[in-house]
């Protein structure tokens, strides 16, 4: 039996936090929606203490979702885990996520705390969560770069205060995938406590490594993946839902975990945190961009049509695509224009008249960047012409 890989969404908190990426009330409860459909575990909804129209927000989704669990983050101060919790109040399952930070440079620049001011905040703002709930999940910001040692003191301490899930955040995107698993391994080896939490993960992209980083804890423990639709967040985003989820699922020959996530409502979420934010999916985005299973050259068509396994890892089918795409273009082949032409109901009379059709889609596709379905037509058409 597998062990579950518990899905953390976090699109409408840290996701709305990307320049210009937020979300009206309506517009996150819609997601919020979706997020459920998907069967997501866990939905960080936003940041109650930051203004009344997040508190609003929060609030709202608490209401509308009923088989999720409903998060409300909150810095490590009783003011505002009293926000979480007040618009956390009519969810049927609320957590609240309260964090400090524990670098060196945050803990001396930032926040200008000795670290044992820190522990004592960290532990204290803990017990005040529990007040209002019995799911609080604790984060020491910027943990990829904190000392190991320290987090093992600070992370013992909230265990021992109440926090039943350990997030740590990667939060300037600064780790290497090694680096990151054998950071989760060590925590989870030399905390005492350790057993008496979910330990959770929370990378950013800064250097386009925060899926990597997050299957590296995973596959060194780690079982709450924190994410995002689209891979949406601060800077340069967070780890992407579609591909981590995908990951995991597709290589279930490694992972000893899996996902309850409805795969097949990926697609129909991308798309609408896309026109929802205004922040288009580029086309060789993994899983979600346009050009994901679309196969354009001539020996890849050919291997598909034959087997769809000889080119395609994953169904489309399965990540809620209609289905795979054969894009005509220069580079595609006999094979493929053949069977594209089928799909249309064109069936050329002799083989003859097939070459001929192909040679002239050939001259027309160094000219187009794509053939349309219409350009197939007007040529087959012609060809029949001069038939
Ligand atoms: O990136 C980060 O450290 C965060 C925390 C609030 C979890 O978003
Ligand atoms: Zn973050």
Not at 25 to 51: C, H, N, T, W, Y
Not at 186 to 193: F, K, M
Not at 234 to 255: H, I, K, W, Y
Request: hydrophobic share 40%; with cysteine.
């Amino acid at each position: 039996m597998k062990d579950k890989l518990i899905i953390f969404d976090t699109t409408l908190r840290d996701g709305e936090q990307s320049p210009g990426a937020s979300m009206t009330r309506e517009e996150k409860v819609r997601i919020a929606r979706q997020l459920e459909r998907m069967r997501v575990d866990v939905i960080e909804a936003g940041f109650p203490a930051a203004s009344n129209g997040d508190f609003e927000s929060v609030k709202a989704v608490a209401d509308a979702v009923r088989d999720s669990t409903v998060c409300g983050l909150a810095r490590a101060l009783e003011r505002d885990i009293d926000r979480a919790g007040e618009a956390l109040k009519g969810a049927r399952s609320g957590r609240i996520h309260t964090f400090i930070a524990t670098s060196p440079i945050h803990m001396e620049k930032k926040l200008r705390m000795s670290p044992d001011q820190v522990v004592e905040q960290a532990v204290k703002a803990v017990k005040w969560a529990r007040k209002w709930t019995d799911n609080v999940e604790f984060s020491p910001e910027d943990a990829g770069r904190s000392d190991p040692d320290f987090l093992c003191r600070i992370l013992e301490a909230v265990i021992d205060a109440g926090a039943g899930t350990l997030n740590i955040p990667d939060t300037v995107g600064y780790n290497l995938p090694q680096q990151f698993g054998h950071l989760i391994a060590t925590l989870r080896e030399r905390i005492p406590n350790a057993d008496k939490a979910v330990f959770s993960v929370h990378c950013h992209n800064d250097l386009g490594l925060a899926v990597a980083n997050s299957l590296a804890a995973v596959l060194n423990g780690a079982r709450q993946v924190e994410c995002t639709i689209n891979g949406l967040g601060e800077r340069a985003g967070n780890a992407s839902l579609e591909e981590v989820v995908m990951a995991v699922r597709t290589r279930q020959d490694v992972f000893s975990c899996d996902t309850q996530i409805d795969t097949t409502q990926i697609v129909p979420a991308s798309r609408l945190v896309a026109s929802v934010t205004g922040f288009a999916v580029q086309p060789n985005k993994a899983i979600v961009g346009a050009n994901a299973f679309a196969h354009e050259s001539g020996i890849h068509q050919d291997g598909v049509l034959k087997h769809r396994e000889t080119y395609e890892i994953m169904r489309a089918e399965d990540v809620g695509w209609s289905a795979n795409k054969m894009v005509m273009g220069k580079h595609s082949g006999r094979n493929a224009f053949k069977s594209r032409l089928a799909e249309l109901g064109i069936e050329l009379p002799s083989e003859d008249a097939l070459n001929g059709a192909f040679a002239r889609f050939k001259e027309l596709a160094d000219k187009k960047h794509e053939i349309f379905d219409e350009d197939l037509q007007a040529l087959v058409s012609d060809e029949a012409a001069t038939l």
